[in-house]
């Protein structure tokens, strides 16, 4: 009321919203913060955050990212966003790219480094998937996804050995993977 224009506000509110799981409002609050300023690239992340994480309606998340990519070209979420609709689709080779970017522009944002290992698993490129995950890590030694791909990665080259080491781990974190993970390990 006192200032209608003030973008902050809005995106703000779009969270908020988001986070209370009252997605119509928080798209609402997004749009609104988009008349404010059609250049700033978070209320478009923000838009395409509530379809991917809530909604799981990854072809309109993707078109959100798109539009923050279109005001600010290597934008890390909106990369990071379209890399993992990518991968939820199955489409792992586009998504290598937009993860590469993410990862560029924030070396130190872990679930890019988890999401890379994951597409570059996928396409069979171990070695540098194992890389990838590894140094997620590095960055949190408690990361379950990282350790879950590793466990499915080792399974896949039939490493039983180290594959045994990643449930081990997740065993210690309490994970709730480790009874799915120690069935595939015991089966090599």
């Excluded at 990212?65 to 991968?87: D, I, S």
């Excluded at 597409?119 to 879950?148: C, D, H, I, P």
Aim: charged share 30%; proline share 1%; with cysteine.
């Amino acid at each position: 009321q006192l200032k209608s224009d003030y973008l902050n506000t809005w995106l703000e509110l779009g969270f908020a919203y988001s986070r209370l799981k009252k997605l119509d409002e928080s798209i609402t609050y997004y749009k609104k913060a988009i008349t404010v300023d059609a250049k700033s690239h978070v209320a478009y992340n923000g838009i395409g955050e509530v379809y991917r994480d809530y909604k799981k309606d990854m072809n309109e998340a993707m078109t959100w990212y798109l539009k923050a990519l279109e005001v600010k070209p290597k934008e890390r979420k909106a990369c990071f966003g379209m890399g993992y609709c990518l991968n939820s689709q199955q489409k792992y080779t586009d998504a290598i790219p937009y993860l590469r970017t993410a990862i560029a522009e924030e070396a130190t944002y872990t679930a890019a480094w988890v999401e890379l290992g994951y597409s570059l698993f996928k396409t069979g490129a171990y070695t540098e998937a194992e890389e990838k995950l590894k140094q997620a890590l590095v960055l949190n030694s408690k990361n379950e996804n990282a350790r879950y791909y590793l466990v499915l990665m080792y399974v896949a080259q039939k490493n039983k050995a180290r594959a045994q080491e990643q449930v081990d781990e997740l065993k210690k974190n309490g994970s709730k993977y480790v009874t799915e993970l120690q069935t595939k390990v015991s089966a090599l």
